[in-house]
């Protein structure tokens, strides 16, 4: 290996590691070391400046007082583009402050802020930055990318947490006396056919499952999975329809829950605690709902307790957390092709503190848009709470005289 070979693989070996100063100060050792033509070799294996070999030179015969310690001179290298563009963070700033969308003075009027946008908003303004330095600007000001969070319940009810306590309180009596207590809600509905379902699923590598590109109902249509999550048994029961998700829909799922599971589990049941949102086919404020109440009511002879959650705080519904969630994780990334998959997916949802699922499909096709008059509510058996009674009410068997 030549000399110069030798001292291109040193240089090249150091240059990755060391700073701007050392790179020259080393560069520097070798080009005196090399004596006559050694700068220019030296510049050359080291991939810098001949000036920079050169003042590498000076530093080694003495070091200036004023660079003590310092990388550059005092002074040295490019300025800042703050200095040289004076007011660009203060318009980067305003131009990217949640309020200017809108604003007719931004020129960045309803559009998304990326940083390449946000560079040729810059240069609308006089600016000349490209959009990393953009970055590096933000940066400093704190900025980082962020998703949106679901932190807002909407408007609150003023007795939002007394109705939390008192659904927990009225739960808390009915499971120690021995009586069920369900938590009821439809889950999202799904379509029905080789479309895309998120998440991810270990396949071979490189063959993925292959779904529609676009996501129009077929001939199959939606499924409507309504549950029924029992709190004492930590157990899930889920009607899969293939109809309207309505409140005779919702009513039906409770009706057979309670002939294939809930007499077996609660034989001296007198009570059902049913705990819902206040909007759907269970609404508060739903007709069809407490009329088919009174109808399973008078049918099983057992009062049925309802307590919806305030507006706005569905995702407190326990069904939501304790099985709608675990039954998206256990088909995440499975195309739903048929019924038959998704009664088979749900009815195999676990998890490791003791969660069961049984799953059926309602073949059952309901009427949608019916109406409830108000004869038919007057006839209603319903007992409404002293504490927002529009929330919490019993709904018993009516007495029917011979």
């Not at 400046?49 to 310092?70: F, I, S, T």
């Not at 318009?91 to 946008?117: F, H, I, Q």
Request: hydrophobic share 40%.
């Amino acid at each position: 290996m030549t000399d110069t070979e030798q001292m291109t693989f040193r240089l090249q070996a150091l240059m990755p590691v060391l700073n701007e100063k050392q790179r020259r100060l080393a560069a520097a050792a070798e080009a005196k070391a090399a004596g006559h033509g050694g700068i220019a070799a030296a510049a050359r294996a080291s991939g810098i400046g001949v000036l920079a070999v050169r003042r590498g030179l000076k530093e080694l015969a003495g070091p200036d007082p004023l660079a003590a310690g310092r990388v550059r001179r005092p002074g040295g290298g490019r300025k800042p583009i703050t200095e040289t563009q004076p007011g660009i963070r203060e318009a980067l700033r305003r131009m990217v402050e949640p309020a200017t969308r809108g604003d007719p003075e931004s020129p960045l009027r309803w559009c998304s802020r990326s940083l390449r946008k946000l560079a040729v908003g810059l240069g609308a303004l006089g600016f000349g930055i490209s959009f990393r330095k953009v970055g590096d600007l933000l940066r400093l000001d704190g900025y980082s990318l962020q998703a949106n969070s679901k932190v807002l319940d909407g408007s609150k009810s003023p007795d939002r947490d007394a109705q939390f306590s008192h659904i927990a309180a009225t739960a808390a009596a009915c499971m120690a006396a021995g009586q069920p207590v369900v938590s009821v809600d439809t889950k999202k509905k799904e379509l029905v056919g080789q479309y895309r379902n998120a998440g991810r699923e270990l396949r071979p590598a490189g063959m993925p499952e292959e779904v529609d590109v676009h996501d129009f109902a077929g001939p199959l249509g939606r499924a409507a999975p309504y549950g029924v999550y029992d709190l004492a048994a930590n157990a899930g029961w889920v009607s899969v329809g293939i109809s309207h998700d309505t409140a005779e829909f919702a009513v039906g799922t409770l009706r057979r829950w309670l002939a294939e599971v809930g007499r077996v589990r609660y034989p001296d049941m007198t009570r059902l605690y049913v705990c819902c949102d206040g909007g759907g086919s269970n609404g508060s404020r739903l007709r069809l709902w407490k009329t088919e109440l009174q109808r399973f009511a008078d049918e099983t002879g057992i009062a049925v307790t309802v307590s919806h959650y305030p507006p706005g705080t569905s995702k407190w519904n326990k069904i939501e957390h304790r099985l709608f969630s675990h039954i998206t994780m256990n088909w995440r990334g499975k195309p739903l092709v048929d019924y038959a998959t998704i009664v088979s997916l749900i009815g195999a949802t676990t998890t490791t503190t003791g969660l069961t699922v049984r799953c059926v499909l309602d073949e059952n096709v309901y009427e949608a848009g019916r109406r409830i008059t108000e004869a038919e509510m007057r006839t209603l058996n319903i007992t409404r709470d002293r504490f927002h009674g529009e929330w919490n009410y019993t709904i018993s068997p009516r007495v029917t005289h011979q």
